[in-house]
């Protein structure tokens, strides 16, 4: 079984991605977050459990769902690199926590506005069906985070600059997935949540913990 992966820098790792995309997890990082390899990062733990092997990982450090171009995760361009040779059985997206973070319009008054987090994530659906009709595409909410050694600044975690809450682009997720009839891997519904330094970016206990929520889920739809 191959499996491709389609997400933000949360799921880069040095040497794992295409050719001329910009990865956050480089030496350095690996380093400050206490990744030593491709075992230690939630996608490979769960390429592990299943037995599954990895066909690409495009992955793109600081991308988002929303956008009218490479990198955004709607874009026809982007989409290309989820394949190689042959095409992916599995495609496991993980977006939208730049979305979030940069406060994103959730909606718009256009149905499918690209610069809309809905539009956005209701074309990208669209778009990977029809470029990969043979393969199972499951998409994850997005998982809320902390900060191990500083709980008192978790909080601040839950709500973007614009005060909307994460919780509302993880309803829209699952609105588009229900109504694209599209996989859903419930993450934050499982009320994990992943350990950063300060951020977004997961340490080695943080892509422990978004592994072990995977896959729960992964268990159920698969």
């Not at 949360?10 to 480089?26: A, K, L, Q, V, W």
């Not at 350990?195 to 729960?216: P, Q, Y």
Request: aromatic share 10%; with cysteine; glycine share 6%.
């Amino acid at each position: 079984m191959t499996v491709s992966i389609y997400g933000d820098s949360i799921s880069t790792f040095r040497d794992m991605n295409p050719e001329g995309h910009i990865i956050y997890y480089n030496t350095d990082n690996c380093m400050r977050h206490g990744l030593a390899d491709v075992s230690d990062t939630w996608w490979g733990k769960v390429l592990s459990e299943f037995r599954w092997e990895l066909l690409v990982n495009a992955s793109y450090s600081g991308s988002r769902v929303s956008g009218d171009s490479f990198p955004s995760g709607c874009s026809p361009q982007r989409m290309k690199y989820l394949k190689s040779a042959q095409m992916p059985d599995i495609i496991l997206v993980y977006l939208g926590y730049n979305d979030f973070g940069f406060s994103v319009p959730l909606t718009s008054d256009k149905t499918d506005d690209e610069m809309s987090f809905k539009g956005a994530y209701r074309l990208m659906l669209r778009r990977l069906k029809d470029s990969f009709p043979d393969s199972k595409i499951i998409c994850g909410t997005i998982m809320q985070n902390y900060i191990f050694y500083r709980p008192d600044l978790s909080e601040k975690l839950n709500k973007n600059s614009a005060g909307t809450p994460l919780e509302a682009y993880n309803e829209i997720i699952r609105e588009v997935c229900s109504s694209e009839k599209v996989l859903l891997a419930d993450l934050h519904g499982t009320g994990i949540c992943c350990d950063t330094l300060s951020d977004m970016h997961c340490t080695k206990r943080g892509h422990r913990e978004m592994a072990e929520a995977w896959i729960s889920q992964l268990k159920k739809l698969v």
